[in-house]
Protein backbone atom coordinates (compact mmCIF):
# COMPACT_ATOMS: atom_id res chain seq x y z
CA UNK A 1 0.00 0.00 0.00
CA UNK A 2 1.05 3.87 -0.70
CA UNK A 3 2.86 5.17 2.13
CA UNK A 4 3.78 8.54 2.97
CA UNK A 5 6.82 10.09 5.25
CA UNK A 6 6.68 12.90 7.20
CA UNK A 7 9.42 14.01 9.90
CA UNK A 8 8.19 13.27 13.43
CA UNK A 9 9.01 17.05 14.39
CA UNK A 10 10.17 20.37 13.32
CA UNK A 11 11.34 23.30 15.40
CA UNK A 12 11.04 27.28 14.50
CA UNK A 13 11.74 30.51 16.21
CA UNK A 14 9.03 33.20 15.87
CA UNK A 15 9.17 34.97 12.75
CA UNK A 16 11.70 32.58 10.92
CA UNK A 17 10.05 30.42 8.18
CA UNK A 18 9.19 26.60 8.75
CA UNK A 19 9.07 23.89 6.58
CA UNK A 20 7.54 20.60 6.80
CA UNK A 21 8.18 18.02 4.10
CA UNK A 22 5.96 14.78 2.48
CA UNK A 23 7.85 12.00 0.47
CA UNK A 24 5.72 9.27 -1.36
CA UNK A 25 7.16 6.72 -4.22
CA UNK A 26 6.06 8.67 -7.75
CA UNK A 27 4.48 11.78 -5.85
CA UNK A 28 4.76 13.88 -8.43
CA UNK A 29 1.97 12.30 -10.18
CA UNK A 30 -0.62 12.74 -7.26
CA UNK A 31 -2.30 16.09 -5.63
CA UNK A 32 -1.00 16.85 -2.07
CA UNK A 33 -3.17 18.71 0.65
CA UNK A 34 -2.04 19.83 3.74
CA UNK A 35 -3.99 19.92 7.24
CA UNK A 36 -3.52 21.80 10.41
CA UNK A 37 -4.46 20.42 13.76
CA UNK A 38 -4.54 22.04 16.92
CA UNK A 39 -4.87 19.95 20.25
CA UNK A 40 -8.15 18.44 20.76
CA UNK A 41 -9.63 19.98 17.68
CA UNK A 42 -10.43 19.25 14.19
CA UNK A 43 -8.32 19.08 11.59
CA UNK A 44 -8.79 21.84 9.17
CA UNK A 45 -7.47 21.78 5.21
CA UNK A 46 -4.64 24.73 4.76
CA UNK A 47 -3.33 23.60 1.24
CA UNK A 48 -4.97 21.47 -1.48
CA UNK A 49 -3.82 20.45 -4.98
CA UNK A 50 -0.02 21.05 -4.15
CA UNK A 51 -0.19 24.87 -3.50
CA UNK A 52 -4.28 26.35 -3.42
CA UNK A 53 -5.02 27.67 -0.35
CA UNK A 54 -8.10 27.64 1.07
CA UNK A 55 -10.28 31.38 1.65
CA UNK A 56 -9.62 32.32 5.35
CA UNK A 57 -5.83 30.71 5.54
CA UNK A 58 -3.12 33.44 5.61
CA UNK A 59 -0.58 33.77 2.84
CA UNK A 60 1.88 32.78 4.94
CA UNK A 61 1.25 28.89 4.30
CA UNK A 62 2.31 27.72 1.32
CA UNK A 63 3.15 24.83 -0.41
CA UNK A 64 4.73 23.30 -3.26
CA UNK A 65 6.37 19.94 -5.19
CA UNK A 66 9.28 19.39 -7.47
CA UNK A 67 9.46 16.09 -7.35
CA UNK A 68 10.04 14.81 -4.01
CA UNK A 69 9.38 15.56 -1.50
CA UNK A 70 5.98 18.04 -1.37
CA UNK A 71 6.77 20.89 0.91
CA UNK A 72 4.29 22.82 3.18
CA UNK A 73 6.22 26.34 3.99
CA UNK A 74 4.65 28.69 6.60
CA UNK A 75 6.67 32.20 6.59
CA UNK A 76 6.79 34.58 9.85
CA UNK A 77 6.05 31.75 11.89
CA UNK A 78 3.96 32.69 14.79
CA UNK A 79 2.99 31.21 18.32
CA UNK A 80 -0.41 29.94 16.81
CA UNK A 81 0.88 28.00 14.05
CA UNK A 82 1.51 25.81 16.69
CA UNK A 83 -0.34 22.69 15.70
CA UNK A 84 0.10 19.32 14.30
CA UNK A 85 0.72 18.98 10.53
CA UNK A 86 -0.54 16.01 8.03
CA UNK A 87 -0.03 15.47 4.00
CA UNK A 88 -2.44 13.69 2.52
CA UNK A 89 -3.04 11.90 -1.11
CA UNK A 90 -5.54 9.84 -3.02
CA UNK A 91 -4.26 6.80 -4.54
CA UNK A 92 -6.15 6.89 -8.02
CA UNK A 93 -5.21 3.00 -8.47
CA UNK A 94 -6.87 1.99 -5.11
CA UNK A 95 -9.58 4.81 -4.87
CA UNK A 96 -8.09 5.16 -1.31
CA UNK A 97 -7.03 7.62 0.66
CA UNK A 98 -3.55 8.35 2.48
CA UNK A 99 -2.59 10.60 4.95
CA UNK A 100 1.26 10.93 6.38
CA UNK A 101 2.10 10.30 9.73
CA UNK A 102 2.19 13.81 10.95
CA UNK A 103 4.93 16.56 12.14
CA UNK A 104 4.68 18.04 15.17
CA UNK A 105 5.54 21.79 14.82
CA UNK A 106 6.82 23.81 17.76
CA UNK A 107 7.36 27.40 18.01
CA UNK A 108 10.28 27.92 20.34
CA UNK B 1 -22.19 26.59 5.80
CA UNK B 2 -21.75 23.23 6.19
CA UNK B 3 -21.50 21.05 9.28
CA UNK B 4 -21.23 17.44 10.32
CA UNK B 5 -22.03 16.37 13.56
CA UNK B 6 -20.49 13.06 14.60
CA UNK B 7 -22.82 11.37 17.41
CA UNK B 8 -23.12 7.86 19.13
CA UNK B 9 -22.01 5.97 22.38
CA UNK B 10 -18.45 7.85 24.04
CA UNK B 11 -18.37 3.89 25.61
CA UNK B 12 -18.29 0.49 24.02
CA UNK B 13 -17.91 -3.00 25.30
CA UNK B 14 -14.78 -4.98 23.73
CA UNK B 15 -16.08 -7.35 20.80
CA UNK B 16 -19.09 -5.62 20.36
CA UNK B 17 -20.16 -3.03 17.40
CA UNK B 18 -19.32 0.75 17.41
CA UNK B 19 -22.23 2.75 15.76
CA UNK B 20 -21.76 6.40 15.13
CA UNK B 21 -23.60 8.34 13.20
CA UNK B 22 -22.72 11.98 11.24
CA UNK B 23 -25.37 14.69 10.17
CA UNK B 24 -24.98 16.80 7.56
CA UNK B 25 -26.41 20.35 7.73
CA UNK B 26 -25.98 23.06 5.15
CA UNK B 27 -26.18 21.01 2.04
CA UNK B 28 -27.51 17.92 1.06
CA UNK B 29 -25.48 14.60 0.59
CA UNK B 30 -27.07 13.81 -2.77
CA UNK B 31 -25.78 17.17 -4.55
CA UNK B 32 -22.93 14.60 -5.79
CA UNK B 33 -19.25 15.64 -5.98
CA UNK B 34 -18.45 14.27 -2.58
CA UNK B 35 -17.06 11.26 -0.93
CA UNK B 36 -18.78 10.93 2.82
CA UNK B 37 -15.99 9.88 4.86
CA UNK B 38 -15.22 8.41 8.22
CA UNK B 39 -11.06 9.03 9.64
CA UNK B 40 -10.33 7.92 13.36
CA UNK B 41 -7.10 9.25 15.44
CA UNK B 42 -6.45 7.08 18.01
CA UNK B 43 -4.62 8.86 21.33
CA UNK B 44 -1.57 10.28 20.75
CA UNK B 45 -1.44 9.10 16.71
CA UNK B 46 -2.23 10.26 13.54
CA UNK B 47 -4.91 10.08 11.16
CA UNK B 48 -7.09 7.02 9.60
CA UNK B 49 -8.68 6.96 6.96
CA UNK B 50 -11.29 4.64 7.66
CA UNK B 51 -13.40 4.79 4.18
CA UNK B 52 -15.65 6.42 2.53
CA UNK B 53 -19.15 6.30 0.51
CA UNK B 54 -20.58 8.84 -2.45
CA UNK B 55 -24.10 9.42 -1.53
CA UNK B 56 -25.36 6.72 -4.27
CA UNK B 57 -24.26 3.97 -2.49
CA UNK B 58 -20.89 3.53 -3.74
CA UNK B 59 -18.04 2.45 -1.07
CA UNK B 60 -14.16 2.20 -0.57
CA UNK B 61 -12.02 0.88 2.77
CA UNK B 62 -8.93 1.19 4.00
CA UNK B 63 -7.72 -2.41 4.12
CA UNK B 64 -6.73 -3.11 7.08
CA UNK B 65 -10.51 -2.11 8.60
CA UNK B 66 -12.64 -2.83 5.46
CA UNK B 67 -13.43 -6.43 6.93
CA UNK B 68 -15.15 -5.01 10.23
CA UNK B 69 -16.47 -1.45 8.61
CA UNK B 70 -19.43 -0.65 6.62
CA UNK B 71 -20.64 3.00 6.20
CA UNK B 72 -23.47 3.43 4.82
CA UNK B 73 -26.22 6.76 4.46
CA UNK B 74 -29.61 7.69 4.56
CA UNK B 75 -30.35 10.39 2.21
CA UNK B 76 -33.92 11.41 4.02
CA UNK B 77 -32.14 12.19 7.01
CA UNK B 78 -28.93 13.69 5.59
CA UNK B 79 -26.86 11.04 7.66
CA UNK B 80 -23.72 8.99 7.28
CA UNK B 81 -23.03 6.16 9.48
CA UNK B 82 -20.64 3.94 10.86
CA UNK B 83 -20.35 0.10 11.78
CA UNK B 84 -17.37 -1.49 13.31
CA UNK B 85 -17.54 -4.39 14.46
CA UNK B 86 -15.27 -6.83 16.94
CA UNK B 87 -13.87 -3.88 18.58
CA UNK B 88 -10.83 -4.13 20.60
CA UNK B 89 -9.03 -1.45 23.25
CA UNK B 90 -7.05 -0.63 19.97
CA UNK B 91 -9.88 0.61 18.29
CA UNK B 92 -10.17 3.80 21.08
CA UNK B 93 -10.03 6.87 19.19
CA UNK B 94 -11.42 10.29 18.06
CA UNK B 95 -13.80 9.62 15.40
CA UNK B 96 -14.64 12.33 12.31
CA UNK B 97 -16.81 12.09 9.58
CA UNK B 98 -15.64 15.01 6.87
CA UNK B 99 -16.65 15.59 3.63
CA UNK B 100 -14.30 14.90 0.52
CA UNK B 101 -14.33 17.01 -2.14
CA UNK B 102 -13.71 14.71 -5.65
CA UNK B 103 -12.05 16.74 -8.61
CA UNK B 104 -8.57 15.84 -10.26
CA UNK B 105 -8.11 13.96 -6.52
CA UNK B 106 -9.67 13.55 -3.20
CA UNK B 107 -9.44 16.13 0.05
CA UNK B 108 -11.25 16.83 3.05
CA UNK B 109 -12.79 20.30 3.05
CA UNK B 110 -15.53 20.41 5.90
CA UNK B 111 -14.64 18.49 8.96
CA UNK B 112 -16.71 17.54 12.04
CA UNK B 113 -15.74 18.18 15.24
CA UNK B 114 -15.20 14.46 16.53
CA UNK B 115 -16.41 12.13 19.06
CA UNK B 116 -14.68 10.46 21.67
CA UNK B 117 -15.25 6.57 21.46
CA UNK B 118 -13.45 4.31 24.33
CA UNK B 119 -13.75 0.53 24.13
CA UNK B 120 -13.46 -1.00 27.43
CA UNK B 121 -15.46 -3.25 29.54
Known amino acids: SYELTQPPSVSVAPGKTARITCGGK??????VHWYQQKPGQAPVLVIS???DRPSGIPERFSGSKSGNPATLTISRVEAGDEADYYC???????????FGGGTKLTVL | QVQLQESGPGLVKPSQTLSLTCTVS??????????WTWIRQRPGKGLDWIGY???????YYDPSLESRSTISVDTSKNQLSLKLNSVTAADTAVFYC?????????????WGQGVVVTVSS
Open chain 2, 98 to 110: ARGRISASVHFDV
Open chain 2, 26 to 35: GASMTSGGYY
Open chain 2, 53 to 59: IFYSGGT
Open chain 1, 26 to 31: SIGSKS
Open chain 1, 49 to 51: YDR
Open chain 1, 88 to 98: QVWDTKSDHVV
